[in-house]
């Protein structure tokens, strides 16, 4: 292979790295092994075989085809090959010539964000402060008592069954394999047997929260504790919405919850303009839920209910959810003002669909909540 | 055999499979570089049917592994055939037998109860067999792992008898439908392909071969109904599966047209949800008759 080409081939996972794609030297190596099998001049198949390569995971095609297509518009060896090819990517509508300079420059962007970002995160920000005036001014042992109830919370929504067995004494089904390989070290004196049972698998939790105006600092009140809880319930995801819907699971792995939330307001515009429930509902279960959810979810929904957008869509979006999850709550802090009753229209949309409706305003709340799970929760 | 990418190409349309330049360049990489391709996509758009077909072309067996959640060594490696073993022991005691060849002769191979991934790797040189490992977005984490190790080195250790190492690397395909995010360091071993519904073109193709005798007339309207349909927001999307079967169904009937009311009563081969049937109900059957008609002739136009 000619240098030029390996350093280009280089630059071009590079590229691909800073746009978001992991791209690994073995899978650099896998590619350059592959130019050996296949004509470089042919577009098409440098294409198939970088894809098939350098990506690995279907949310990463569309920035791959992108990038391809912009490094890439330039003649790979010599100047007579064909660039007219309109299979590369089977997709028209994508900007083939779109400009090399202009990719690297929103890397560039890219990095500084993450840069200035790095910097905040060193001190509180100034949210914290305002978390405060809603879940009154908790001392240090009643967070440490919240914490406390939240995990035994989570522990009761998800623990259950797998299909998969684990060794145990007291386990009701003959572990065949076990009791053989004791018992031939054994001898003939007795048989020991040694049994199984389903071991406990961990349902996953899906937590979506309105960050919008009023139920900000609640929101992330929950996020965070829920998010401590990550050594026993691995699968977390965690979603925000107010007039668009954003995962943010991935961002929480390598930042701290303020910074993603202020990462996801930067994207998304109209941050504090009112709640389109409904419709960030279908934008989950168009986008999101075949990915983030199945059958044995249980899906947290933290909202205070108060929809302006359209409640046919709402009624939709909630039935579709209520499908694809095992349970689904419902905590409204509203519900935990005395004499309130679930009248504005969004949450009167929802409550149909939901398993529970809760109230979680408060230490005392949330030990209320955890109350009436181990009751209703096998 | 499969020499190039045209090869591929060709010996797959032979056998009624209509690939697309990408595909059957990640097909072509995978036998030449030994990686297992993983391949994603929607329900019913020919993903294992790829296994199948290389079977057919390799002129070799298809080692299926269907997994499902809790699938353990035991189903997808080896397991002892136990009840054989302890038949065994009794005998060899009867006869008298001294204890350590009793211990020797029960862990032999002919006890062994050979599972899809031990047979893939034992299979003679003479045939490369196609490994089909099928849905592994159904299997859990720990299964993941253990295929990663089976993966990456195609050996595997028993304690009673040794390591077994795979004589050739077997052709693999693994298939997801996508409802969980597979492990990156499993997908890393592999050539990765998102298989998309097809366009309207590649779809009568791929009537044209699977269904004999077909019409063009039938073929186009159904193709054209299938991409309208695919357009419209259900809950499960009809794959080429359905298709195929839609086509097959109508043949049955001896149409050469859609028409409403057949295609009414025949709708269960393509949506598979009440919800969806209804949804397409209110639509109107027989404006989307038109509108598939329509399409067509625009096709044709162009």
């Known amino acids: 292979m000619p240098k030029t080409m390996l350093g280009r081939v280089v630059r071009f996972s590079r590229l691909l790295h800073r746009e978001g794609v992991e791209v690994n030297p073995g899978n650099l190596i896998d590619l350059c092994k592959s130019f050996e099998h296949i004509d470089l001049q042919q577009r098409v198949d440098f294409y198939a075989a970088s894809r098939a390569t350098l990506v690995s995971r279907f949310d990463d095609l569309e920035t791959f085809d992108r990038v391809f297509n912009s490094f890439w518009s330039t003649p790979l060896i010599s100047e007579d090959m064909t660039l007219t090819d309109t299979d590369v990517g089977g997709n028209s509508d994508l900007d083939v010539q779109a400009d090399v300079s202009e990719v690297v420059d929103s890397a560039d962007m890219q990095e500084d964000v993450d840069g200035d970002g790095e910097s905040e995160e060193v001190g509180y920000s100034a949210d914290e402060a305002l978390m405060a005036k809603d879940l009154a001014a908790m001392s240090d042992r009643e967070i440490e008592q919240a914490r ?3 995990h035994e919370i989570v522990n009761i929504i998800a623990n259950r069954r797998s299909r998969r067995r684990v060794p145990e004494n007291r386990g009701r089904e003959l572990d065949f394999r076990r009791t053989w390989r004791r018992n031939a070290l054994l001898g003939e004196d007795g048989v020991e047997l040694s049994m199984k049972r389903r071991r406990i698998k961990k349902t996953k ?3 979506l929260c ?15 504790f829920i998010y401590a809880l990550k050594r026993e319930i691995r699968d977390v995801e965690v979603g925000v919405f107010s007039t668009r819907m954003t995962a943010i699971s991935r961002l929480l792995k390598t930042k701290g919850i303020e910074e993603s939330l202020h990462e996801v307001a930067e994207k998304v515009h109209d941050w504090a303009g009112g709640t389109d429930i409904g419709g960030c509902l279908r934008e989950f279960n168009d986008k999101f839920a ?15 209910g108060w929809d302006r957008g359209d409640p046919v869509i709402m009624g939709r979006e909630m039935a579709r959810l209520r499908k694809r999850v095992h349970k689904l709550l419902w905590l409204n802090p509203l519900l935990g003002t005395p004499g309130y009753q679930p009248l504005c229209l969004g949450m009167k949309t929802a409550l149909p669909y939901l398993d529970y409706f809760l109230p979680a305003h408060n230490v005392a709340s949330l030990i209320e909540l955890a109350k009436t799970l181990r009751s209703v929760w096998k | 055999m499969l020499e190039s990418i045209e090869e591929v190409e060709k010996q797959f349309a032979a056998q009624g499979y209509i690939t697309d330049r990408t595909l059957a360049t990640t097909i072509y990489l995978s036998l030449a570089l030994g990686k297992p391709i993983f391949l994603e996509g929607e329900p019913g758009v020919g993903k294992t049917e790829v296994a199948k077909v290389m079977a057919t072309i390799l002129e070799t067996e298809l080692i299926r592994l269907q997994c499902y959640e809790g699938i353990d060594a035991g189903t997808a490696l080896y397991e002892w055939n136990y009840p054989r073993q302890m038949l065994e022991l009794r005998l060899e005691e009867a006869r008298g037998t001294d204890k350590e060849e009793i211990g020797r002769n029960i862990f032999r191979e002919e006890f062994l109860l050979k599972r899809p991934l031990l047979a893939a790797i034992q299979a003679e040189e003479k045939y490369r067999p196609v490994l089909l490992i099928d849905e592994v977005d159904r299997s859990d984490e720990e299964f993941e792992a253990f295929l990663l190790e089976v993966l990456s080195d195609f050996q595997i250790t028993i304690p009673e008898i040794g390591t077994v190492r795979a004589k050739q690397v077997p052709f693999v395909v693994l298939t997801s439908n996508r409802t969980r995010e597979l492990h990156d360091a499993l997908k890393r071993r592999c050539l990765y392909l998102w298989i998309d519904y097809p366009t309207y073109d590649k779809e009568m193709d791929i009537v044209r071969s699977r269904v004999s005798g077909i019409g063009d007339e039938l073929t186009r309207q159904i193709c054209g109904f299938m991409q309208l349909l695919r357009n419209r927001d259900f809950y499960k999307k009809p794959g080429v599966a359905e298709t195929i079967d839609w086509a097959l169904a109508l043949m049955a009937m001896k149409m050469d047209e859609l028409d409403p009311q057949i295609v009414d009563a025949t709708l269960g081969c393509v949506l598979k949800y009440k919800e969806d049937i209804e949804k397409i109900q209110e639509d109107g059957v027989p404006q989307l008759i038109e509108k598939a008609k329509l399409l067509r002739e625009r096709t044709n136009a162009r």
């Open chain 1, 148 to 150: 406390k109830v939240i």
């Open chain 1, 205 to 207: 939790l899906m937590l």
């Open chain 1, 210 to 224: 309105d960050v919008s105006g009023s139920m900000d600092c609640y929101s992330k009140f929950l996020i965070r």
């Open chain 1, 290 to 304: 075949r990915d983030m959810l199945h059958s044995r979810s249980v899906m947290i929904i933290v909202s205070d």
